[in-house]
């Protein structure tokens, strides 16, 4: 059986209160050997749920949803990798709501790259097109396939990407790259093996519905 990755992206939501309430209602507390469970959460989080996690040896991997381009130093508002590598071994880049909202583009997120390599946190590199995987550099890392339109708060009219057309991309970046890659587009628990099935899907990146513990297990659940 591969080797899957599910990760929660939780975006900009949960205050610490809410966070420890997911927690304690999260209730897979021992997960198929097979699955890396990953929770990406805001810089606000990450201590509280790092030492959770810790704490109550739940087997997820803790993680962020950014990093600075640049090492510590006069960078005002930013985040670097060694300050996340306090509390998390992942890392989220170049996710399309960054790339669009913030002006992301290729060479920053390289430049992100760079970072979280150098301090040694594990990157999944959000991409929708084959020119961005294009311009990833030979590197070890995990790229998730996730077409905008796909992402559930993307507006009225988002959807979940078609199997197929998943399958075929992730042929074209596979030709190019020696990455893991997973899906992310509205993946809820009664579709998440529609991707994990795939022959070289493997995994989730889950926005949406990671903010309900429940459905976020179900997830996991369904995905082998
Ligand atoms: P979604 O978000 O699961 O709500 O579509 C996925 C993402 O943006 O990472």
Redesign the pocket.
Known sequence: MKNLIIAA?WKSNMTKDEAKKWLEEFSIKEFPQVIEVVLLAPFTLLDMVSSYVKVNSLPIQVGAQDVSPFDKGPYTGEVAAGQIKEFGSYVLIG?S?RRSNFIENDEMVNKKIERAKSAGIKTIVCVSTMDQVNKLPDEELIIAY?PPG????SGPGAHAEDPNAVAEFVKKVKELKQSLVIY????NPDDVKNYTNLEDVHGA?????SLDPQSFSDIIKNAV
């Open positions: 992206n996710h709501e996730e796909a992402i559930s708060t992310g587009g509205s993946v990146l889950v926005g949406a519905k």
